[in-house]
């Protein structure tokens, strides 16, 4: 998918640059937060990866709930959790990443690709980012 096809499905807008996490990313990301964050409020946010853009694999951390729900905007993406297989996903898909999965997600090689974020509400939560995605586990995909 072309960044002007994708500029018109993508409802939520692409945002800015995310220059503040663009270390935990393989290619660039854009963020537009949808609702503003705070304490006991849920958070969501639009992020947009260009093609083969992907973030590090990554744990949602929380004693008390916690975790991530993708919601599937645009564009086609992977979500991946450790020691499973790739999951392609599409717009309308949904995803519920509980707290302590190891994952990653991010665009196919050939179509940009967005999902809102929301943060799941829960006690000590936090996220640590871990290893990239390698050039050659992508490669791999489909």
Known sequence: MNKEEFDTLNVFGRGEENSAFAQFFTGRSYLNPLTSAGAGKLFFANVTFEPACRNNWHIHHASVGGGQILLCVAGEGWYQEWGEPARSLK???????????????????????????????????????LEPVSDEEYGRLG
């Open 91 to 129: 717009a309308g898909d949904v995803v519920e990443i509980p707290a302590g999965v190891k994952h990653w997600h991010g665009a196919k090689a050939d179509s940009w690709f967005s999902h809102i974020a929301a943060e799941v509400p829960g006690k000590d939560t936090r996220n640590e980012w």
